[in-house]
């Protein structure tokens, strides 16, 4: 019954398409209900910054100068601060007015259990009944979330609203073993590798990698259900021969060997040889899938990995390198079209390693799909709510409405022990004085997210754009630099 209704709950997204953008869209009337909830197995130290996730899409508050008839209802597990929403309707001078904040409505749920945000809200019956009468007509109305799951589809009958995403039996798709098994259907360039169900499998598995890789001195160990590069562990191959665990070393430093190949026997995983070369870099293509069945190149980026091997997702800079950034938006394309054609839609990104070869060519191996939105989503959306512009994937390039092109570095990871002696007040005061904002003549500036962090994990997350990169980098550490003083930390080189 639940999947009934949910289908024709969806079949309305196709005529309401056009009117699902942060562009202008005039006169239209729309309302967007926001619920950015996780439902990811993370370590422990990420818990606590689990409820300023969700602040992550208030860039949405932006969007609603491109849409004077626009209404956004934004779910949280706990209240904003005030003083962040007077920092996003502060960005643009001529969004901060009463008629503008009437149609953003905060609705906080209290509770900051470890749960999904979408199953709290179920749990609250009156909450849902409260968001239902706040919409209007819901025929002009729909939910955004993060990723789908269950509750998402739940989330949707309940509301009684379309939903920006696909049912959750299509996330099998953006698995690791998902991943592989699609790039090999649509003859996508990726690793040689295997799927192993458990440890049992490995010795064998990584004999075979040697067999098809002789060059490949390590393997990359996948946990099929892995986010953000936790789930990957480095295998060095000549080590493994004489004893496998010594030679795994894992990416999550919070986890043991055992509790690794436990969740492994668990869910299964994939193992692929290493991808090396001169130089490397790790890019990602963002995907649009329709429900008319259209797919989009919304964005490329650089992503900027850290962790113990590099593995960890930190943050990104928009657009990827020209050299390749029409590349892999040949080969993404390839896989939005085979997603859009299994009937997925929304936000989708596929990321890649890309390697020099010996005459200097880069070489992109596609390495895993994400069916959901990710960490490069929320920074895009900043871009183009704030600017009215897009991204070509033929030119590699973003333009605004005004024509500028535009470059931006992004993080959910700039952090200190130091910066928890910081209210989001000290903060943002700091950023004011110092004139670290949004210039809307220039179309330049910084927009800060998850300042709510500050307090249980000294983290805030910020978009730098500018004219270039280097120009978008210096913002960046402008306000890195300007959180380290009122923080009394010492700032690192740039």
Known sequence: MIDAAFAELQGKLRAFW???????????????VVVHSLSFDVPDHLIPVFPAYEERFLCLVLSLLRAPRSRVIYVTSQPIHARVLDYYFGLVPELDRPEARDRFIAVSLVDGRNQPLARKLLARPGAIRRIRSLIGDAELAFVLPFCMTDDEVQLAVSLGLPIYGCHPALNLLGTKRGSRRLFADEGVPHPAGLEVDGERELPAALRELKRLSPDARNAVLKLDRGVSGLGNAIVDLAAAEDDLRDAIELEDTELTVDEYLAALDAEGGIVEERIAGETFRSPSVQLRMSPTGQVDIMSTHDQVLGGPHGHTYFGCHF????????????????????????GVIGRASVDFAAVTGDAG????????????????????????????GAYDGLTGEFRTRQGLLKHYAATDHLDSPAYQSLTPDDLLDVVAERGLGWDREHESGVVLHMVSALAVAGR???????????????????????????????????
Do not use: M
Request: contains cysteine.
């Open 460 to 494: 805030i997350g910020l978009t730098a754009i500018g004219d270039t990169l280097e120009e978008a980098r210096a913002r960046y550490y402008d306000v890195k630099a300007a959180a380290d003083q009122a923080a009394g930390a010492g700032s690192a080189p740039r």
């Open 319 to 342: 657009p990827a390198d020209q050299e390749y950034s029409a590349q892999i938006a040949t080969e993404g394309l390839k896989v939005g079209r085979r997603l859009a054609r299994e």
């Open 361 to 388: 060519e880069w070489r992109p191996y596609a390495l895993e799909i994400n069916v959901r939105c990710g960490g490069t989503t929320h920074p895009l959306f900043a871009l183009t709510a704030l600017t009215d």
């Open 18 to 32: 056009p009117n699902v953008t942060l562009r202008s869209i005039g006169e239209i009337e729309r309302t967007v």
